[in-house]
């Protein structure tokens, strides 16, 4: 048997002057590091140019009130040809979209589903950036339901002397006073219908539905058609036949989910550690949300091609829980199923019936 053959004294000690030389220069390397970094990030001014034509649905938020480190509060962005809308503003929603390497500043508009606090509470940042980014002379458009211009005008006074320092600095051509902050654009829907088309041109309309997400009135749910590719928010809602309704054939549902099982894990725990107004909190949320099974119903009798989860209650941290959030899911709709995470990416090109799954970046 041979022996394997030594290493030269001389590249021994060639490696650790190499590694010694890194070391020691460590810092520059790592700043040239981050420049290419900075340039990968910065050196595109419009990152749907490269997008191909047709509907596009990012989770820049798949969580919940909850914290979870994969997952952000509520928000999706639905980029339509090259126009980019938002569908709640929930925490990080704003860091969430950069890091998705996404420009705040392409923002057209932000539609809200209701008023809760985990889908409006990263408003103010969002509406910071979309400014700052665009150096627009108009505020950002907000559709949501009634209630909107209190929620909406609490965010702008918050944000009132910020936006002066800003101005002050920065200058009115970086910081255009103009363009600070939301501008309203409240809908009722018609008691008939419980529906109504808030844009509705050629290539693309957005439609508003109400789902029932009570004690929370009103609140939303939306449909989105660019072309002919189609997509479904459902906003926070129990079971409902209003989602049933909009969703008939469309190409992706996305659909709140919550696991009744996993959360009564931390019902229990709260009350074994004395905590009963958070025991009392997580048994009073299974009456007004969906479980992945309903969801799943849904998809299924709707014809829906593909099903992805989000506002996942309660946090998912080990992988070995999705078969328990799921249960029988994947069996009662033959589609695709997949769990929301932030970053995920959905591609649904015009004039294809495909639904393409990736990440972004």
Not at 73 to 79: D, I, N, Q, R, S
Request: hydrophobic share 40%.
């Amino acid at each position: 048997m041979q022996r394997p053959a030594k290493v030269p004294l001389w590249i021994g000690a060639l490696l650790t002057l190499v590694a010694a030389l890194a070391w020691w220069q460590r810092g520059p390397i790592t700043v040239a590091l981050m420049a290419r970094q900075v340039t990968a990030m910065t050196a595109i001014a419009d990152p749907l140019a490269a997008l191909p034509d047709g509907l596009h649905v990012g989770l820049c938020g798949a969580g919940s009130p909850f914290p979870d480190e994969k997952r952000s509060g509520p928000c999706t962005a639905v980029v339509a040809g090259r126009r980019l809308f938002i569908f709640d503003s929930g925490s990080g929603a704003g860091r969430s979209i950069s890091r998705m390497r996404l420009n705040a500043g392409q923002i057209e508009a932000l539609f809200l589903t209701h008023y809760h606090s985990d889908h409006i509470d990263g408003l103010g940042e969002l509406m910071l950036q979309r400014w700052i980014q665009r150096t627009s002379q108009e505020s950002l458009p907000v559709h949501g339901p009634s209630g909107l211009e209190k929620v909406l005008q609490g965010f702008n006074d918050a944000y009132t002397l910020d936006k002066g320092y800003r101005t002050a600095h920065h200058g009115e051509a970086v910081a255009p006073s103009a363009g600070f902050g939301g501008a309203a654009r409240p809908f009722e829907l018609p008691a008939d219908t419980g529906r109504q088309v808030l844009i509705d041109e050629p290539d693309l309309q957005i439609v508003a539905f109400a789902v029932d997400h009570g004690p929370v009135h009103p609140a939303v749910g939306y449909r989105i058609r660019y072309k002919d590719r189609s997509v479904v928010i459902s906003g926070d809602t129990s079971k409902n036949a209003a989602v049933a309704r909009e969703s008939q054939g469309v190409d992706l549902l996305l659909h709140e989910a919550l696991s009744p099982q996993l959360l009564g894990l931390l019902e229990q725990g709260f009350r074994q550690a004395g905590r009963q107004n958070l025991a009392k909190i997580m048994h009073d949320v299974l009456n007004y949300h969906t479980t992945p099974e309903e969801a799943a119903e849904i998809a299924q009798a709707a014809g829906v091609k593909a099903l992805v989860f989000n506002h996942i209650v309660p946090p998912l941290p080990l992988s070995g829980l999705d078969p328990v959030f799921l249960q029988r899911a994947e069996q009662i709709y033959t589609g695709p199923v997949h769990i929301g995470l932030d970053g995920d990416w959905f591609t649904l090109p015009a004039g294809s019936k495909a639904v393409e799954m990736g990440r972004r970046p």
